[in-house]
Structure formats: C-alpha cells, structure tokens
C-alpha cells in the first residue's frame, strides 16, 4: 500500500468533511470484478460512511466505523473532541476502539452522545472498556456516555437537532447542523421529521442502489426526497458498487450529487449555543 496521503493537524472548522460514503461492505467490494470495483477514479473507493463535523467548540465525529485509523489517518484529523452516534449497527460503531490513542493524548475520557440502544450495544462489543479492574496491556477506549434522544442538544458550542429517521424496522437519528441535514441510513422520513428539514442549504442523504432495498433509500427514492425537501445542494451517500460515480453523476438533477470519500463542504446558519 503507498504512503497515506494526509495533511498532518487537519482542521476542518467550519467543514462537514465525509470520512467515508461507502456502504457496510465498503467499494471495491472484496471478490468483485465489477466496473466500479475496478475502477481507477477515486470517487470509486469508498471507506464505510462516516463524517467529522468542524463545530465551534471541536471537531465532532459521526459514527465510528470499521474504517476509522484509515480515515482519521488519510483525513489528516490528528484529533476528536466528541462522538455522537446515529444508530448501532456494525458499519457505524465497530471501529470504536480506534480512538485509544486520541484520549490517550487528550489525556481524558471523550465525550459520546448516543441513543439508550446504542450505548447498551457499545457496552456489550467493548465490554473489556468498563470492566472495574482493566486487563493489563494494550489500553482501553476512555468514553464519557450522555444521553440524546429527539431533544435538541448542544455538543462543542453547537446547536443540533435530531432528526429521527427509519431504518428499516429500526428507528435511527440523523442531525441538523445549521443549514445542514445529515440522514444516513434511512429509507423513511417520517411525517413528524419533515418540518425539521425545510430551509436546508445541504441535504446530506442515504441512497444504496439503484434499485428498491428494505432498510435503504433507492436511487429513485433518494432523488424524489430530494426534490421533496429542496435543499439547495443534495449530497448522496452509503453508496454500493451498483453506483457508479461518473455514470450515476451525468444522470442525476441538477442540485443532487453523489458525495466521495474526502469531500468538505462549507456549514452554514451554525451559531455558537
């Protein structure tokens, strides 16, 4: 493998920056000889979903996935100051551990904000992190847990909103940032919801595959959400290798794009809480 291309002391303050826009299995899928899979454009190679949030107060890391050293490292992000969750699934939590060495330099336990589910989930996967008497050697995740369910919250000087999202059979939570929406891992925004995505500079939306998946917006689904919210830009993520980037891109509408590993946009309408 080259040398990780990474800008050492990153900062990304003001910046939605996408870690990762793959689905759970990641593009290039293992054992795949697709035309995406064997792509040589980058928009093509695609860690697990994941962004950092440059807020007011620090830099905020949505989810932790199996990705994660890789993406702190080709990010250049040489830091986290809190983890907030949108749901508990594999692709967005197993790579938790990876943040040993940043509370090991922040030298206290990092701050996670999560629903009751996932929490209970980080408990049992990481179980050696809570144990009263720690096992020697290798060192442990330090995590602070607080609690966060639809109520409007602050983390590092920032006003959010919680945007709950279904998932299938599951209920999870996408954020409001400002003027700017996160909603991965979704395949229904419930009616309650929609109020709390009107006036959106960036929608920041689920979107799997061409075709119809029963935990996951549709190519056609997420174009149609789009247009229905009205966000002034439409950024597409959790993309399987049926989408191809250039392809997919020519025939998408105008303000609706498929977002790629190391995009940064701008955060708007965020004001210190």
């Known amino acids: ?44 190679n695609r860690l697990r979903t994941s962004v950092a949030v440059g807020l007011p107060g620090g830099t905020l890391l949505i989810d932790t996935t199996p990705d994660l050293r890789l993406q702190l490292l080709r990010a250049g992000l040489t830091h986290v100051d809190a983890i907030l969750y949108t749901h ?4 967005h939590v197993y ?24 929490e ?4 049992q996967a990481f179980d050696y992190a809570f144990a009263a008497t720690p096992a020697p050697g290798g060192g442990v995740p330090q995590l602070r847990f607080q609690t966060i369910s639809t109520a409007p919250f602050t983390v590092l000087g920032c006003r959010v909103v919680p ?7 599951f209920e999870v939570l996408g954020f409001r940032f400002g003027d700017l929406a996160y909603c991965t891992d979704t395949n229904a925004i419930p009616a309650a919801t929609r ?32 247009r229905m919210i009205n ?17 997919v891109s020519a025939a998408l ?10 995009l940064a946009v701008p955060l708007t309408g965020v004001t210190p809480a």
Not at 120 to 123: E, G, L, S, T, V
Not at 163 to 169: E, I, Q, T, V
Not at 253 to 262: F, K, R
């Open 1 to 44: 493998m080259p040398p990780l291309p990474r800008a050492v002391g990153r900062d990304i303050g003001g910046q939605l920056l996408f870690l990762g826009t793959g689905t759970s299995v990641g593009v290039p899928v293992v054992g795949c000889g697709c035309q995406t899979c064997t792509s040589v454009d980058p928009r093509n």
């Open 231 to 247: 966000a002034r830009r439409t950024l597409l993520v959790h993309l399987s290798h049926e989408l191809e980037h250039a392809a």
């Open 163 to 169: 945007l709950r999202l279904l998932h299938g059979p």
């Open 195 to 226: 109020p709390l995505l009107e006036g959106l500079d960036v929608l920041v939306l689920d979107c799997l595959r061409p075709t119809r998946h029963p935990t996951h917006l549709s190519l056609a689904e997420a174009v149609d959400i789009a």
């Open 120 to 123: 209970a989930r980080i408990r």
């Open 88 to 91: 508990d699934h594999v692709d």
């Open 253 to 262: 509408p105008p303000g609706v794009e498929l977002a790629h590993d190391g």
């Open 95 to 118: 790579g938790l551990d990876d943040v040993r060495p940043i509370c090991f330099h922040a030298g206290r336990p990092l701050p996670v904000l999560c629903e009751p589910r996932v």
